[in-house]
């Protein structure tokens, strides 16, 4: 169910505009801003290529969802926007929390060959998305979406298609579904 007044959390792959669109809908709305893997990075102070390499995926993912549980706590007491990570949706305890939280979350739906230009063309990506699969390029982001787009479209209230629109369009699709 779409809450009005409520906190808004982006859902979507790496390259879909997760922290772009949330700034930007942050600023339009008045809401406070909360990017997961900022907070991620502060945290551990350390790059999310520098947390892999040192500590393993599955202690990237522990620590992703204690800062997700702060977020949505956060977000239970004030309007805000949140952008997770492309990932968040792959532990079951994050889903059911955000589920229970009852914000309203907007997937942010990418084809994979725009996803892949755009992470490609992104210079934080070398520090930011190391490998998660066997996999590089645009297999791995086929075969990623594969596996978590079920989740987000669960998770949805509301999905946009951003594939060939620019931030200020898709801003203006998640108002018009929030107003
Ligand atoms: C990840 C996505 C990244 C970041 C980390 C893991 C994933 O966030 O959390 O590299 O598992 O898809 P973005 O979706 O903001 O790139």
């Known amino acids: 169910m779409v809450n009005r007044q409520g906190s808004i959390i982006l859902l979507g792959a790496r390259g879909s505009g ?3 669109v949330g700034r930007s809908l942050a ?3 008045g809401r406070g801003f909360i990017d997961l893997d900022e907070i991620l990075i502060e945290r551990a102070g350390l790059s999310i290529a520098e947390i892999f390499k040192r500590y393993g995926q ?3 993912r522990r620590l992703e969802s204690r800062v997700l549980r702060d977020a949505l706590r956060a977000a239970s007491s004030r309007s805000l926007i949140i952008a997770t990570g492309g990932g968040v949706v792959v532990r079951q305890v994050n889903r059911q929390w955000m589920k229970r939280a009852k914000h309203t979350c907007v997937y942010l739906k990418c084809d994979v060959a725009e ?3 755009r992470v490609a063309g992104d ?3 070398a520090m930011n998305r190391p490998a998660l699969t066997g996999v590089s390029g645009i297999e791995e982001v086929s ?6 787009e079920p989740h987000y479209v ?3 209230d509301i999905v946009v298609d951003v594939s060939t629109l620019d931030t200020s369009s898709v801003v203006e699709r998640v108002l018009a579904a929030v107003r």
């Open 27 to 29: 600023r339009a709305t």
């Open 58 to 60: 599955p202690w990237f």
């Open 115 to 117: 996803l892949h230009r």
């Open 154 to 156: 669960a998770l949805a």
């Open 18 to 20: 997760k922290t772009t």
């Open 143 to 148: 075969v990623l979406l594969g596996q978590r």
């Open 123 to 125: 210079a934080s990506s």
